[in-house]
C-alpha cells in the first residue's frame, strides 16, 4: 500500500473509530467532522483539522476540492450550510454561531475579492473594520507591519495594486481581534517580491501567536510557510500531516495537487 493510501487509511480510520474527538481542553483550534451543504449540493464531507496557537496550516486540493467551502464553513458564513460537526477555538464552541458572532469570538475571514469598500481612504477602510467591539492592532501598529499601507493611507482603496489591496484586507482582519485568520488566495495575481513581502507579514502574525489557514493554488510557497498540511478531494480529507510532509513527497503532490 502506498504512502498516500497509507495516510488516507489513517484518517479514515479515525473518523470511523471515533478517535477525531473534542479537544477543547488541548488543542487551540479543532475542526471535529464537519459537514456543509450548499442547497442539496453536499460540498463539505466530513472534515476534520487542528492547529495549536500561532500555528499555520496550509489548506490544498486542486480546483473544486472544497477548500474554500470549508473556509467559509469554519468562518460560519450561510453559505455553504454546515449541518454536522464541531468547530472550537480557544475552547469556544463556534458551530451554532452566526458569523458575526463568531467574528467577535476571533475567526477573521480574508476572502478571495478581497471586499476593499470603494469610496474609502486606505485608512477609513481599516477604520471602518474597528467600529465594531473586538478590537485589534492599532493602526499605527498596522503601518508598522505594512509600510505601504502607511505611505497610501490617504489614497482610495480600489486605486491600490493588487498586492497592496491584499495587505489592506489581511490588515484590515488584523484591526480586529483576530485568533484565527482564514486566508483564501493570498497571493493570486501577485508578482513574487509581492508575496514575499506578504510571507513576511505571515511570519511576523505568527511570531504574535495568530494562528492562521491558508488556501493557495502556489503549493510550494504555502507548504515552506506551513506547519501542517491537509489535502482535500472532492470535499474529504486526502491527507492530514506536516507541511514537510507534502514537500517530500511526490507521490502525494502528483496525486493531489498536480506538481
Known amino acids: 500500500m ?23 481542553s488541548d ?13 442539496e449540493s453536499y460540498i463539505v464531507q466530513g472534515i476534520s483539522l ?18 474554500t467551502s ?40 480574508v476572502p478571495e475579492d478581497r471586499r476593499i469598500i470603494e469610496g474609502l481612504s486606505v485608512e477609513e477602510n481599516i477604520q471602518l473594520a474597528r467600529v465594531a467591539n473586538g478590537h485589534g492592532w492599532e493602526i499605527e501598529k498596522i503601518y508598522s507591519h505594512f509600510p505601504r499601507l502607511a505611505e497610501r493611507r490617504k489614497q482610495d482603496g480600489v486605486t491600490l495594486s493588487g498586492g497592496e489591496q491584499q495587505m489592506l484586507a489581511i ?19 501577485l508578482a513574487p517580491v509581492i508575496v514575499e513581502e506578504i510571507e513576511k507579514i505571515l511570519k511576523e502574525i505568527k511570531e ?29 480529507v486526502a491527507f492530514s500531516g506536516s507541511a514537510q510532509d507534502v514537500l517530500d513527497s511526490e507521490e502525494l503532490r502528483q496525486e493531489y495537487l498536480m506538481i
Do not use: C
Open 171 to 189: 490588515a484590515r482582519a488584523l484591526s480586529r481581534d483576530v485568533k484565527l485568520l482564514l486566508l483564501d488566495e493570498p497571493y493570486e495575481g
Open 2 to 24: 502506498s504512502d498516500v493510501e497509507n495516510g488516507v487509511g489513517e484518517v479514515q480510520g479515525a473518523v470511523a473509530d471515533g478517535a477525531i474527538t473534542r479537544k477543547s
Open 27 to 39: 488543542m487551540f483550534f479543532h475542526v471535529d467532522d464537519i459537514h456543509a451543504y450548499y442547497g
Open 70 to 109: 470549508a473556509l467559509r464553513a469554519i468562518a460560519r458564513t450561510d453559505n455553504p450550510e454546515l449541518k454536522q460537526g464541531e468547530i472550537w477555538l480557544d475552547g469556544e464552541p463556534l458551530h451554532n454561531m452566526k458569523v458575526h458572532e463568531a467574528a467577535l469570538a476571533g475567526i477573521q475571514l
Open 208 to 236: 504574535v501567536g495568530i494562528t492562521t489557514i491558508i488556501v493557495e493554488q502556489n503549493v510550494v510557497a504555502a507548504l515552506k510557510l506551513a506547519d501542517k498540511a491537509v489535502i482535500l478531494d472532492t470535499g474529504l
Open 50 to 67: 487542528e492547529l495549536d496557537k500561532g500555528e499555520i496550516l496550509a489548506l490544498l486540493g486542486r480546483n473544486g476540492a472544497g477548500k
